[in-house]
């Protein structure tokens, strides 16, 4: 499996080459009342992170509600570049995409107008991971320490960043690693780092899956909570088919609850469908990326797909903290949460 | 009823025609009628009584599990309450105190928060008394900050994303279970809120519930038989909150059945519905609501476990009632057949009288109904029998009397007969004697005819008359007609036909004597009689028949007839 850092950091580099501010075709326009043809762009490879919208079709969520949805995967194109979710969307090649909330404040900040709709994860995945012998308990551990890092711009190393600023940590002695995904975790155990950016759902349940002796420092015990695969479309999408995206966002949260009601089925259904995309041995693992994703997909309290206005508000804080946006923007513009509050009849 | 009562012998079936069909006779109708009166309660009751006891086994069932249910509903709460309070002591006295004093001028501290909270922790867990059993306990200041804890590593994190924040700054809390995030652990949180003098919270002390209590509270399974499990199923995506006894269930997945659902409705009952497995088993369970916990608690046993003392009833009851029927039907076969007999017995009686056997009456012995009833028939088959030998005489002296009143106009019907046949051969001797025919010469014959000419006298007259023609081989025939006081029509038609008949044999007629009232009748009558020769008398005629013969011959005597 790929590091999901590399995904963050090619679409940083994405978003500063991205011109197709807006220009994109329009998405095509369905009302409710007749079938619904539409896509989504995945953020990254096929995975269990994406179980929920694979249910929309293997659960025929989406035929009940005369949906049809192309779901394209992620990763890299045939050229080597990075497939931009954000891009994909603008440019019309999809109707709904899939990034980190950082991803689209930012995206709007350079003007494109993309808009959230829902969140796939409402508590942030990312974490350090660690070998116990690194006794590495607390972000205050870090100083000194060799840290495998997520490529710079990524929704985790966005993150890490604001862990660092949020605990004050002296960030003179760390020495921060660019590693290979498909060595990351490797490179842990074989003590060519001391700490690892990784995800809870992925390299977390990668490295367990191995050893005992692992330390997760997760991120969001320390306040650092920003959503890292929201579900966007774009503003003229929601302006003009708004009765599409409403029974979009409504088969996610339907896809989302069945994939948490049935974790065990729901890796199941990702391995038989895309198992061919994966190493053997994170096909076993999809089973414990998905029992580690239910607290994030539906916190005590929640519903599925449900999003925080505080959330987006901090995020932006981190951004301009961290300069990756030049000035406030109007945030409330980069989500619309009347669409998942309707799937809920509120 | 008769004590026995058997008819002496048995009438034919064929010679009576009021056999009764098989299906119709009484013995059989009373054996389908004392059968169904024994058998139609058992039928009714005994699906009553199968009923009462699935019935009675399911609320025993019920009952025990409702006790099972009652005493986990009691441990859990007691189990959180204990710790709440355990954790309340903590606080408001060792804790509270020291805290504040250490919040207030952590400068003038002897020893850090830490220190100071994980000492006070420990000596309190030390303490006999206490119920202080946490996995762990931290203390964090309003804004979520973890500032002490029993474990190092929680220091410095923040609570301020966890569900039970809010309302652990409020009043005491306890968070339900749930999967808290980066750990595959079920979380049970117990907070309590520290407050100055002025009432504002000045932080929280919190601790983790260690959730095996929990899972050794469920797996206990006293009275609940082989097959029960109690179990904790969270309102939280319908996980399971402690382990299935049953493999391959695991927690983290969403379960549904009658029970669980209804429990995390908010509903408290027991019913027999299909459970959580896969495939699901038919279960007895008792759910109730936990509203500590939001969760629903069952306790539930397979039905076939939980019915197996009652089928072993059911079978019981079912083999006495088969037994019981069997000795009902055998019982109403005997008693039928004692009822039915004696009036058999009576029945082919009167078929025997009906056919007309009123000699062998009906055996009777016993002292009932039947019995007297026979011996009625026996005297009134007596009466029949003595009344008809009395008829019988006398119809045969009438008979006797009618055979000789028969004999005797036999006899006189005979005489009758002889004098009526005397008779008609004395008047064939007459007819003959009033047409006679006369040969007097050769070839010459003489009719005289005297008295009326009637037209049988006329066709015996011309079949005389012709027959004489033949015998003598005459040519000519004299009729006379001197005696024949009158002629009318009829007669001098028969005339004219005889003699055409005369002529036909080649012989010829001559008719004489035709006196003068005859002739004026014959012409006042306007009849004609062209075709006959007519002399006035008979010597005329005779010379007239002498001239048509031609010849003379002697005058015969013989009377031809």
Redesign the interface.
Same mark, same amino acid.
């Given at each position: 499996m790929r590091h999901r850092s590399i995904v963050r950091g090619l679409l940083a580099l994405g978003l500063i080459v991205l011109t197709a501010c807006g220009t994109g075709a329009a998405p095509t326009a369905v009302p409710t009342s007749t079938p619904l043809e539409t896509s989504i762009q995945l953020s990254w490879l096929h995975s269990i992170e994406f179980a929920g919208i694979y249910a929309i079709n293997h659960q025929n969520i989406g035929s009940q509600a005369r949906m049809t949805l192309r779901i394209d995967g992620g990763g890299f194109d045939d050229k080597g570049q990075y497939i931009n979710p954000v891009a994909q969307v603008v440019s019309g090649q999809a109707d709904f995409g899939v990034a980190g909330a950082d991803i689209v404040l930012r995206a709007r900040a350079e003007g494109m107008p993309v808009v959230a709709i829902a969140t796939i994860y409402q508590?942030s995945?990312v $974490?350090l991971i660690s070998l116990k012998s690194a006794n590495i308990?607390?972000?205050?551990d870090l100083a000194g320490k060799r840290i495998g890092i997520a490529p710079p711009g990524t929704t985790v190393y966005v993150s890490y960043q604001a862990l660092l600023k949020a605990?004050t940590i002296d960030t003179s002695g760390i020495n921060e690693i660019a590693v290979l995904p498909e060595n990351a975790v490797q490179d842990l155990f074989d003590n060519k780092i001391d700490a690892l950016h990784a995800f *809870?759902t992925h390299e977390?349940t990668q490295a367990r899956a191995q050893r005992d002796d692992i330390n997760?420092l997760?991120l969001?015990?320390? /306040?650092i909570?920003l959503y890292s695969n929201v579900v966007f479309t774009t503003e003229k999408m929601i302006a003009e088919n708004p009765a599409a995206v409403e029974t979009f966002v409504k088969a996610l949260s339907q896809g989302l609850q069945w994939s *948490?009601?049935? &974790?065990?089925e729901a890796a199941k259904q990702v391995v038989s469908d895309y198992g061919a995309t994966m190493p053997p041995q994170l096909q076993a693992l999809q089973e414990a990326g998905m029992?580690?994703s239910? &607290?994030?997909i539906?916190? $005590?309290?929640s519903q599925p797909a449900m999003m925080s206005a505080k959330v987006w508000e901090n995020t932006q804080q981190i951004l301009l903290d961290q300069q990756l946006i030049a000035a406030p923007i109007d945030v409330t513009k980069a989500y619309d949460l009347s669409f998942i509050n309707r799937a809920y009849g509120q | 009823m008769a004590d026995t009562l058997q008819p002496l012998s048995e009438p034919s079936q064929s010679s009576s025609p009021t056999t009764v069909p098989r299906r119709h006779r009484i013995r059989w109708r009373l054996i389908g009628l004392l059968i169904g009166v024994a058998i139609i309660p058992l039928l009714v009751i005994e699906p009553l009584t199968l009923y009462l006891i699935g019935r009675q086994s399911q609320r025993q069932t019920v009952n025990q599990l409702e006790s099972v249910v009652q005493l986990k509903q009691s441990q859990i709460e007691r189990w959180l309450n204990d710790n709440l309070t355990a954790l309340q002591v903590l606080a408001v006295e060792p804790l509270n105190t020291e805290l504040q004093t250490l919040l207030a001028n952590p400068a003038q501290a002897a020893a850090p928060l830490n220190q100071t909270f994980r000492s006070i922790v420990a000596a309190q867990s030390d303490s006999a008394a206490s119920n202080l059993h946490y996995s762990l306990i931290f203390f964090y200041a309003p804004d979520?900050r973890i500032l002490a804890a029993s474990d190092? $590593?929680q *220091? /410095?994190?923040?609570v301020?994303?966890q569900?039970y924040f809010e309302q652990s700054l409020i009043k005491p809390h306890t968070?339900?279970p749930?999967? /808290?995030? /980066?750990t595959?652990d079920l979380q049970v949180v117990v907070s309590y809120p520290l407050r100055d003098a002025s009432g504002a919270t000045i932080g929280v002390v919190a601790g983790q519930l260690n959730l095996q209590v929990l899972a050794d509270i469920m797996l206990e399974r006293s009275g609940l038989g082989e097959s029960g499990e109690t179990y904790l199923v969270s309102l939280?995506?319908?996980y399971l909150l402690t382990p299935s006894r049953f493999p391959g269930n695991?927690m983290?997945?969403?379960y549904h059945s009658q029970g669980i659902d209804q429990s995390l409705a908010g509903q408290n009952g027991a019913a027999i519905y299909a459970d959580y497995r896969s495939p699901p088993q038919q279960v007895v369970g008792v759910y109730r609501w936990v509203p500590q916990l939001e969760a629903g608690l069952l306790a539930e046993v397979d039905v076939d476990e939980a019915f197996a003392g009652s089928r072993e009833v059911t079978n019981l009851s079912l083999i006495t009632t088969l037994i019981t029927a069997v000795l009902a039907a055998m019982i109403g076969l005997y008693a039928a057949t004692n009822i039915a007999g004696p009036i058999s017995a009576l029945t082919a009686g009167a078929r025997r009288i009906a056919s007309g056997d009123l000699s062998v009456p009906v055996n009777v012995q016993g002292h009932d109904e039947i019995s007297q009833l026979a011996h009625s028939f026996n005297t009134m088959t007596e009466q029949v029998r003595q009344n008809q030998s009395g008829l019988e005489q006398r119809v045969s002296e009438r008979t006797a009397a009618l055979e000789q009143t028969l004999q005797e106009r036999s006899l006189l019907l005979k005489n009758l007969q002889d004098s009526t046949q005397a008779r008609e051969q004395l008047e064939t001797i007459i007819r003959g004697l009033s047409i006679p025919v006369v040969p007097v010469l050769e070839g010459i014959l003489i009719m005289p005819l005297i008295g009326e000419l009637d037209h049988q006298r006329a066709a015996a007259m011309t079949s005389a008359i012709l027959a004489a023609i033949d015998t003598h081989r005459a040519r000519v025939v004299i009729m006379d007609i001197t005696g024949v006081p009158v002629i009318d029509t009829h007669t001098a038609q028969a005339l004219i036909q005889t003699t055409r008949s005369i002529r036909l044999l080649g012989a010829q007629s001559i008719l004489v004597g035709i006196r003068p009232e005859i002739a004026e009748t014959i012409v006042s009558l306007g009849l004609h009689l062209k075709e006959l020769e007519i002399c006035a008398d008979l010597q005329s005629g005779v010379r007239q028949a002498m001239r048509l013969n031609g010849s003379h011959g002697a005058v015969s005597t013989r009377s031809v007839n």
């Open positions: 508590r995945p $974490a308990q607390r972000p205050q605990e *809870i977390a997760v997760l969001s015990d320390y /306040g909570d *948490i009601d049935h &974790p065990q029992l580690a239910v &607290p994030l539906k916190p $005590a309290g | 979520g190092d $590593a *220091i /410095g994190k923040t301020r994303l569900p968070e339900p749930y999967y /808290g995030v /980066g595959s939280e995506s319908n695991v983290q997945q969403s």
